[in-house]
């Protein structure tokens, strides 16, 4: 028999809250939820998956686990040609899923002009266009290359890209190094102050950082982040704390290693005067990090979640290369000063990495300093971050949140979790004009699409039925 | 006629909160007229018959909230749309979710389980669609469920309760609007004592009345446990009926058992007598509307049967030896004074239920008696009312059922359909008496006198106006422990002219008793 009328009674109530406020004016322990539908899924993809949990779940511990004992490190340097899988001289990544070029937004096109102008393939802009539609160019996502790039991603061949390794699973990913604010190639301008910092970086900013890093060897980008959240980043939108300390290891091994001295100052003061230069870094230790858990069959853990700013795409550790897309929905930003929600471009980037890694907006209660975000309030970031425990499998065992207690961050993002309890992940972007060679507008924070997660469920469905 | 709206993306608020929310806002009387739904196909529909579906809903969802504002001016339209924005707004702070500023709400059962870890029940009043899987959901968890929504079809019903009996656990409804657990009222109960009285009961209302008439007559209540509308029946068997018999036969707080429902299946009123066989206790059970000779119960067994609710309370009070209450001194109404004062053209009786078992439970005590009878839920002799907006002849009217809740909250929440049928039969020549029923408690109305009043004296004025005299009659069920305290609530009813009677049964005999009078007077003439 139960021991229902036997025991003291504690009560979830799911639904009507005056029947919650009742039992706690009586002194009854009374938990109420929030409660809210389910996304519209087939029941009968509901009832499959359910039928499945134990299979997925068990993928899912496997697949979270590898995530967890990740070990990022920046190891080296080198030019994207040389060093990203399967790159080729005509080869243009970019952020989010597949696109053509026809399709892209206005500060993706842009940022591929800037991309020719820069490899000399084109002289002005309108050459770089002709060239582009031409179909001489390929692109590619920058997931497909093991790169991730923020805003429009843009990588071509000569840029030199930070190579980051996950020593437990000994695979690799890649970014190229920040250009700082203001108008950047990864906003979509293309005019010649863009190009003119872009080869400075190659020219200068690159070898001496390449020299550092070899004297060096390496530099632990998980052990970084750990200490950044500690100081109030969320490495997303965020990255004073862990730029400091990222320049605290450079800075001795670039007087070390570089012999001009103007040289030396100039890469210093660059890294110094940009709070965004570990962007990069903590995207592509998220990228190694996530890669080490795809391809694990049966799991619903999300391994990527990009934008190409029409699109919102989605990968799963469960369904291999797959990508799962839905319209890219516009963010809810503070703008620059001359600017509006009319000039923003939809969401764009593979900086959505770092949520899918349980960072950025999933950590954004280690951050009370971009609270302005997300209304202004400590307590509505400490909110967001805990709606996201509900939508992960596992708490990080390194990342913490001080703010929590030092709660880990919440990490693995499960699709069925997203999907049944109908909670987005939270996400903080930069944004983009809509308009290719404008640059950022604004920053702010958003809820990702519900349309990717749905198909990604369906998918996963299938996958498991297939297998 | 301006028509305008907002969508609200993922958000979620239950029908009650909106429903509320939205009759705050509506002023038809102004021609403004306010709509505050979830995206589901039905609302969608709800909307498009009503002609309040406009361009920027379509593609909408169950999880999308919309709001929609029909008013005479573009300015009425806006200036209504911000407000219900801003209160949305409010509401969500104040529920603690974000924004708050106070504790995190969790939004899922299982982050629910990490706050609470030895929950031991989940009360569940979410719509009936995605109740059945959150009900699954926590019995896999362990958990005793109490299912408040409705519309779950009868095949989930069964294999949500096959599921619960093999973890030992209850499954309580679904439509289930009242329990007691330990002494403890959920959802729509009220405030009892406790004591020795343990009650399974298949009818919320009923569940309330016996239970609140035991708790006025000096008894208490050791746990009441709720079972739906259904269990009964031969397809589902009396799961969670048999369930929770057994175990108030087991409980030793428990000295008397009582049993309420609507007529059983034989098969699993045979079980139920096979459980009682063994048991020493003193049961009292009703079936309502069932042919008392057919029960298979033994005139010498401890099994007592009772004519309706009141009886029921009666018979559990008297084998507490509990007999010198109100219930048990002789009923000293008298319909003479009243009837001197009406008119010859006042015949009917009118009855505006709110609690559907009340109405089932009147036409079958004055059915015989008061033939021809009109009802939208009949029972016994009556027959169906042809448009039950329309009275004519003697009608007894459940406005819980779906043709009049529709949209609305429940009436023993939202009281604006009553009232407005009140004042309708008031103004009637050929009403006679009007009969109502009041339910307190949590759950209900949390201040009915505010409501109820200006009405009362309303219709006794408009009753005036047609040369009437009009008798309203009250029956209030609920306890002084109650958040509405029932003494309070009864003083301020005989002071603006109502009678009021104990219980529902009474109330009815009361009312019909004013009827019989005034057919003879006309024989009589």
Excluded at chain 1, 259 to 280: E, K, P, T, V, Y
Excluded at chain 2, 233 to 257: A, C, H, Y
Excluded at chain 2, 444 to 463: R, T
Excluded at chain 2, 507 to 513: F, V
Aim: negative net charge.
């Amino acid at each position: 028999m139960s021991n229902l009328l036997k025991e003291k009674l504690q009560v979830i109530n799911m639904g009507i809250p005056a029947f919650s406020d009742a039992l706690k004016q009586q002194g009854i322990a009374t938990t109420q939820l929030d409660w809210r539908p389910p996304a519209a899924i087939p029941l009968e993809t509901r009832e499959y998956i359910s039928s499945q949990s134990k299979t997925i779940e068990q993928a899912n511990q496997q697949a979270v686990q590898k995530l967890l004992a990740a070990t990022p490190h920046w190891v080296g340097m080198g030019r994207a040609l040389d060093k990203i899988p399967g790159m080729k001289s005509n080869l243009i990544l970019h952020s989010g899923p597949p696109i053509s070029w026809q399709r892209m937004c206005g500060p993706m096109q842009g940022g591929v002009i800037a991309a020719l102008i820069y490899e000399g393939m084109a002289q002005t802009a309108d050459q770089a266009h002709a060239l582009a539609s031409s179909g001489e160019i390929e692109f590619a996502p920058c997931h497909h290359h093991g790169t991730v790039g923020p805003m429009a991603g843009i990588v071509s061949a000569s840029m030199p890209v930070f190579v980051v390794k996950n020593e437990s699973g000994a695979n690799c990913s890649y970014a190229t190094m920040n250009e700082g604010l203001g108008k950047v190639l990864r906003y979509g301008a293309y005019d010649s102050e863009v190009i003119e910092r872009l080869k400075w970086m190659e020219r200068e900013l690159y070898p001496a950082l390449q020299a550092a890093i070899e004297h060096l060897g390496k530099i632990d980008l998980k052990s970084i982040i750990a200490q950044a959240l500690h100081m109030g980043d969320e490495v997303h939108n965020r990255n004073r704390a862990a730029t400091s300390l990222l320049y605290r290891h450079l800075a001795p091994a670039v007087i070390e290693s570089c012999s001009d001295r103007g040289l030396a100052a100039q890469a210093l003061n660059f890294i110094n005067g940009n709070d965004h230069f570990f962007l990069n870094l903590s995207m592509a230790a998220c990228k190694a990090s996530l890669d080490s858990a795809g391809n694990t069959a049966g799991s619903s853990l999300v391994t990527v979640m990009a934008r190409n700013g029409v699109e919102f795409g989605v990968q799963l550790a469960g369904c291999g290369d797959q990508w799962f897309v839905g319209k890219a929905p516009l963010p809810d930003a503070l703008f620059f000063p001359g600017f509006s929600k009319e000039d923003a471009n939809p969401d764009i980037g593979d900086s959505s990495i770092t949520e899918t890694c349980g960072l950025g907006g999933f950590a954004i209660a280690a951050s009370p300093a971009i609270v302005q975000f997300v209304g202004g309030k400590s307590r509505d970031a400490i909110d967001y971050t805990l709606q996201m425990y509900e939508i992960t499998i596992a708490e990080n065992s390194i990342y913490q949140i001080p703010a929590l207690d030092f709660r880990g961050t919440p990490t693995g993002i499960d699709v069925a979790k997203v999907v049944e309890k109908s909670i987005l992940p939270f996400i903080d972007t930069g944004v983009a004009h809509k308009e290719a060679g404008v640059g950022q507008v604004g920053a702010g924070v958003l809820s990702a699409p519900m349309e990717p997660f749905l198909k990604a469920y369906q998918g996963l469905a299938e996958h498991i039925k297939t297998e | 006629m301006v028509v305008d709206g907002l969508v609200r993306e993922s958000e979620y608020f239950d029908s009650v909160t909106l429903m509320m929310l939205a009759r705050q806002f509506n002023l038809p009387d102004k021609g403004l007229e306010v709509a505050l739904v979830m995206a589901t196909k039905e609302n969608l529909a709800i909307l498009e018959r009503a002609s309040m579906l406009i361009d920027k809903f379509s593609g909408r969802g169950d999880s999308d909230l919309l709001i929609v504002v029909m008013g005479k001016t573009d300015k009425m339209v806006a200036t209504t749309l911000e407000k219900i924005s801003l209160a949305l707004d409010q509401k969500r702070k104040t529920s603690g979710a974000v924004g708050g500023g106070l504790e995190y709400q969790p939004k899922s059962l299982e982050s629910g389980l990490s706050v609470m870890p030895a929950a031991n029940l989940l009360l569940i009043s979410v719509a009936g669609r995605y109740a059945v899987m959150e009900a699954y959901d926590a019995l896999a968890h362990g958990l005793n469920v109490m299912l408040f929504s409705d519309n779950i079809s009868i095949a989930d019903e069964i294999k949500l309760k096959q599921e619960a009996k093999k973890r030992n656990l209850y499954l309580m409804g679904p439509d289930c609007g009242t329990a007691i657990i330990g002494g403890v009222p959920l959802a729509f109960a009220n405030q009892v004592s406790s004591g020795s009285v343990g009650i399974v009961a298949a009818s919320g209302t009923g569940l309330q009345e016996v239970s609140s008439l035991i708790s006025n007559g000096g008894g208490g209540i050791s746990h009441a446990i709720g079972t739906g509308g259904r269990d009964l029946k031969v397809e589902v068997g009396g799961i969670t009926f048999l369930q929770g018999l057994q175990e108030l036969i087991d409980d030793p707080q428990t000295k008397v058992i009582v049993l309420i429902s609507k007529p059983a299946a034989s098969e699993v009123l045979a079980k139920v007598v096979k459980l009682l066989e063994p048991s020493l206790k003193p049961v009292v059970a009703l079936f309502q509307g069932a042919d008392l000779n057919a029960l298979p119960f033994n005139s010498d067994g401890c099994v007592q049967i009772a004519s309706d609710l009141e009886d029921c309370a009666k018979l559990a009070l008297a084998a507490l030896d509990l007999t010198d209450g109100e219930l048990f001194s002789e009923d000293k109404f008298d319909p003479a004074p009243m009837v001197e004062k009406m008119s010859c053209d006042q015949k009917y009786l009118r009855a505006l239920f709110s609690g559907g078992t009340f109405c089932s439970e009147s036409q079958l005590l004055i059915g015989k008696d008061l033939a021809p009878l009109f009802s939208n839920t009949p029972v016994g002799a009556s027959s169906t009312i042809s448009d039950p907006w329309q009275s004519t002849q003697h009608i007894l009217l459940d406005l819980g059922d779906d043709q009049f809740t529709d949209g609305r909250p429940h009436p023993m929440i939202d009281f604006s359909i009553r009232n407005q049928r009140i004042i309708d039969e008031a103004c009637d020549p050929q009403t006679a008496v009007v009969l109502l029923d009041l339910v307190l408690g949590y759950g209900a109305n949390p201040d009915p006198l505010s409501e109820l009043l200006p009405v009362i004296n309303q219709a006794q004025q408009a009753a005036k106006k047609v040369g009437s005299y009009l008798a309203i009659i009250c029956s209030v069920t609920g306890t002084d422990q109650d958040p509405q305290k029932r003494q309070q609530v009864v003083a301020a009813l005989i002071a603006a002219g109502v009678v009021v009677a104990p219980s529902n049964a009474r109330a009815t005999l009361q009312a019909a008793a004013i009827i019989t009078m005034l057919n003879k007077r006309e024989g009589g003439e």
